[in-house]
């Protein structure tokens, strides 16, 4: 099993910044991708970011040169830098985790952090 603690979210202005962290404990070996995923009311969740091992990056459009994803292997930890925050930016932020076993991909999920951008 793996635990996913997030930490870093809260209320901004719009044009203000954020620093997301999600801290992965447990059954850390073989973690393939970490990313953040997010939910607004009313809405589907939706990718932000993620990142490989190895350090590949993928972000949203929406996102792209604002918010910056980072992993630290040795911690088992990921951020996500959020910059020029928007309100539409306001949503549950959520971390995921692929963890490969065997043959089998596992994938958790932490229990979600709220940033809130207003106007």
């Known amino acids: 099993q793996v635990q996913l603690v997030e930490s870093g979210g809260g209320l901004v202005q719009a044009g203000g910044s954020l620093r997301l962290s999600c801290a992965a404990s447990?059954?850390?070996?073989?973690?393939?991708?970490i990313g953040w995923y997010r939910q607004a009311p009313g809405e589907q969740r939706e990718l932000v970011a993620t990142?490989?091992?190895?350090?590949?990056?993928n972000y949203a459009d929406s996102v792209k040169g604002r918010f910056a994803i980072s992993r630290d292997n040795f911690k088992n930890t990921v951020y996500l830098q959020m910059n020029s925050l928007k309100p539409e930016d306001t949503a549950v932020y959520y971390c995921?985790?692929?963890?490969?076993?065997?043959?089998?991909?596992?994938?958790?999920w932490g229990q979600g952090t709220q940033v809130t951008v207003s106007s």
């Open positions: 447990g059954s850390t070996s073989s973690i393939n991708n």
């Open positions: 990142i490989s091992r190895s350090g590949s990056t």
């Open positions: 995921n985790l692929e963890r490969q076993a065997a043959s089998i991909t596992l994938v958790y």
